[in-house]
Structure formats: structure tokens, C-alpha cells
């Protein structure tokens, strides 16, 4: 079992939808987790962080945890072409201190 | 403030020759780490160090690859000798000593290496 798992996609939506990207995680003790967007040839840029159960909205984007179920979410609304990309889920373990990575999920937004 | 700097931005090596990265961290973050993406993978950790010491060295493929991070400030990856599966973008990343568990850390902008 992996320590992150994300559905690779590709994930399509029409502009203006929402988009949901879905990611589960195996330790159970790990404590943050982090949504990474990453551009085609470019490196990931952390665009939400968040350690406590339920949502955090920030403008278009809403992260959302249940930790009983080892499950982080991040909805995006209103999306645009611009969001297309790849959604990368992180965790930072409850030891080591240091984020683990899911493969992503690419997101595709049709104008 | 400057961003995690990286060097070279790509590079073409023939396989059995050596090759380093060099990475320069924001100013002031005393962690840093270096991670290595394959095509369509998440990062892996490859090496962590808090200031000049490599506390999380578990990951490295110490029979040909190693690290150094003099002054506990920039720091080189380097890969000797260098095979086709060594074929991947090299991240390097920095944050303030444990506050990467609240914010995460910024990546540079990588180093794009093709082994042929």
C-alpha cells in the first residue's frame, strides 16, 4: 500500500465546474497535509495546507480533511484552463518531518 | 526574497559519467532537502539535512550518489557514476527548521537530467 494515494487521472471538467481532487493516506498519525499544483515542467507550488478536520477555504479553493478516514480533499471551483495541472497531495508523517508525496492527479479544464 | 535556487536547469550526461546539482536555499531556512521526480511520479525524498548535518539519509542510493551541505547553507547532489534510471528531475527544497510540518516548504526549480 502506498503512503499516498491519488488517482492519476486525468481528471476533466468544463470550465466554470467545480473540480474534486481526492487523496488517502496510511499513517494514521501524520499531522498536516499539503495540495501542491505543478505546471508541465515546472516544479510544485504549495497552494493549500491544512491540519485540522473539516474545510479551509482560501478564494477558489477548498481543502477538505477527515482524518478517521485518512481521506484529504481539494475542491476547486469556478475552474478555469489556467487550473490545469497536476494535483499533487502531501503529508507530513507523524515522525521524520518530512513530506510525503502522492503521483498526482492531472486535472484538465475545457474551455 | 529569493526563491530556492538551482543549477544547472538541465543537463545531458552519457551513462558511467559523473554529474552534481547545486542548490542554493532561501536565506535564513536552515532545512533543506533534496527530492528526485520521475515522469509522472510524486517527489521522493532523497536527503534532509538541518544545517550541515544529513539527518534522513535513508533514501540516498549511497553507493553512487552523495550529498554535501558545507556551512550549512548551499548544498551539492552529486551522482557518480550516473546510469539511465538516474534519468529524473532533481528537486531541491528549504523551509525554517520544523515549521515544514505547518507550511510546507518551497521548491527550487529543479534540475532536469537526461542520462544517455
Known amino acids: 500500500q502506498k503512503e499516498v494515494e491519488q488517482n492519476s487521472g486525468p481528471l476533466s471538467v468544463p470550465e466554470g465546474a467545480i473540480a474534486s481532487l481526492n487523496c488517502t493516506y496510511s499513517d494514521r498519525g501524520s499531522q498536516s497535509f499539503f495540495w501542491y499544483r505543478q505546471y508541465s515542467g515546472k516544479s510544485p507550488e504549495l497552494i493549500m495546507f491544512?491540519?485540522?478536520?473539516g474545510d479551509k477555504e482560501d478564494g477558489r479553493f477548498t481543502a477538505q480533511l477527515n482524518k478517521a478516514s485518512q481521506y484529504v480533499s481539494l475542491l476547486i471551483r469556478d475552474s478555469q484552463p489556467s487550473d490545469s495541472a497536476t494535483y499533487l497531495c502531501a503529508v507530513n508523517k507523524e515522525y521524520g518531518n518530512k513530506l510525503v508525496f502522492g503521483a498526482g492527479t492531472i486535472l484538465r479544464v475545457k474551455s | 526574497e529569493a526563491g530556492v535556487v538551482q543549477s544547472p536547469r538541465y543537463k545531458i550526461i552519457e551513462k558511467k559519467q559523473p554529474v552534481a546539482f547545486w542548490c542554493n536555499p532561501i536565506?535564513?531556512?536552515?532545512?533543506l532537502y533534496w527530492y528526485r521526480q520521475n515522469l509522472g511520479q510524486g517527489p521522493e525524498l532523497l536527503i534532509r539535512y538541518e544545517n550541515e548535518e544529513a539527518v534522513d539519509d535513508s533514501q540516498l542510493p549511497k553507493d553512487r550518489f552523495s550529498a554535501e551541505r558545507l556551512k550549512g547553507v548551499d548544498s551539492t547532489l552529486k551522482i557518480q557514476p550516473a546510469e539511465l534510471g538516474d534519468s529524473a528531475v532533481y528537486l531541491c527544497?528549504?523551509?525554517?527548521?520544523?515549521?515544514?510540518?505547518?507550511?510546507?516548504?518551497?521548491f527550487g526549480s529543479g534540475t532536469r537530467l537526461t542520462v544517455v
Open positions: 536565506s535564513g531556512h536552515n532545512t
Open positions: 491544512i491540519y485540522s478536520n
Open positions: 527544497a528549504s523551509s525554517l527548521e520544523g515549521r515544514e510540518g505547518r507550511y510546507g516548504y518551497t
